[in-house]
């Protein structure tokens, strides 16, 4: 997974963000959804996990999560999960 380090939050919590894409189950079968559609979708599934929309002009598509490394990878497995069952 190709995580992204950015500046931690006033906090001092580490924050990390990963492109929409990486995020979306293997093989997933997308039908008729446009980009658009299946950005909405995974950014909705992120929000229960506590994912973020990441508005910046240099990281286009991006879900922000306030976690350490060790926590993103299960992160990943729960937003695929979750978006695999609403197939």
């Known amino acids: 997974m ?26 997933a079968d997308h039908g008729a959804l446009t980009i658009s559609e299946r950005y909405q979708r995974v950014i909705k599934a992120a929000n229960k996990l506590g994912g973020r929309k990441y508005h910046n002009k240099s990281y286009g598509g991006g879900v922000v999560f306030q ?17 695999e069952n609403k197939q």
């Open 2 to 27: 190709d995580f992204t380090r950015i500046k931690s939050d006033v906090n001092g919590n580490p924050r990390h963000v990963i492109h929409f894409l990486a995020l979306e189950p293997e093989g």
């Open 67 to 83: 976690a350490y490394e060790c926590e993103l990878p299960r992160l990943v497995a729960m937003i695929r999960a979750l978006l």
